[in-house]
């Protein structure tokens, strides 16, 4: 058994070697074939033999062969089981730890037991916005924090400003999302609104409204609100 044991750790070690150097060539390779490729964060195997994911800038995914002599940008899709498989992986490396999102930075809006929970950055002159703030409110039982993200130019900014120091920013939100209600002019310390924009650089939310959901996936864009309940209950709590 002992020898046994040691032909398999032997084993292994060889096939955790061999991954290794061919790591080794596809990144030499293609840095020195193409300087322009960002840095690459990371190798892996794909589900096609002999085709390597190839990750870089976080979360950008190219596939090239064994010794980075092609590469190959688009996505990848199981034809059987009718996945896209590339799809999958960036959503996965764009997920974010709802718990880590600095809701001292937002304001809250609670419906009914507020048992489902929903983030969302939006900036106040986004069309979209208004269109998703129109169809939120048919979901009920929910807990939203909303995150003011003022990137279409200096009037979101102020808009935003004003929101963000009302006294009641939920409401003078909503009244201007839903109702047209200018929001009326107010100051107050609104760092939290850069400070918004860096963690959505960070977390390269490029469009409004992005939400993420209390398992941490992130849809881009306005949906309806039957499919935010399809997602809503597809969180498991």
Request: with cysteine; net charge positive.
């Amino acid at each position: 058994m002992k020898i046994i044991r040691l032909a398999l750790m032997a084993t292994v070690l060889g096939l955790a070697l061999g991954v290794a150097a061919q790591e080794a060539v596809i990144r030499k390779n293609l840095t020195e074939r193409i300087p322009q490729l960002q840095k690459i964060d990371e190798v892996n195997k794909s589900p096609i033999a002999g085709l390597y994911e190839i990750r870089v800038n976080g979360t950008e995914i190219y596939y090239t062969d064994a010794d980075g002599n092609y590469l190959v940008q688009g996505s990848l899709i199981d034809t059987k089981l009718r996945r896209n498989i590339t799809e999958e992986r960036v959503e996965k490396l764009l997920a974010i730890s709802f718990e880590s999102l600095p809701f001292k930075d937002a304001f809250t809006i609670v419906r009914g037991t507020g048992k489902r929970k929903l983030a969302v950055f939006e900036d106040p002159n986004c069309g979209y916005c208004k269109r998703f703030e129109r169809d939120l409110q048919k979901i009920d039982n929910i807990t939203i924090q909303l995150f003011l993200y003022p990137i279409l130019g200096p009037d979101s900014k102020e808009k935003s400003r004003n929101i963000w120091c009302a006294k009641d920013k939920g409401k003078v939100w909503q009244d201007w999302m839903v109702r047209d209600q200018l929001p009326k002019a107010a100051n107050c310390d609104a760092a939290a609104l850069e400070r918004n924009v860096e963690i959505g650089h960070k977390y390269k939310i490029s469009g409004t409204p992005t939400l993420i959901l209390g398992d941490g996936s992130r849809v881009p864009g306005a949906i309806a609100a039957a499919d935010l309940e399809k997602r809503l209950g597809e969180v498991k709590n």
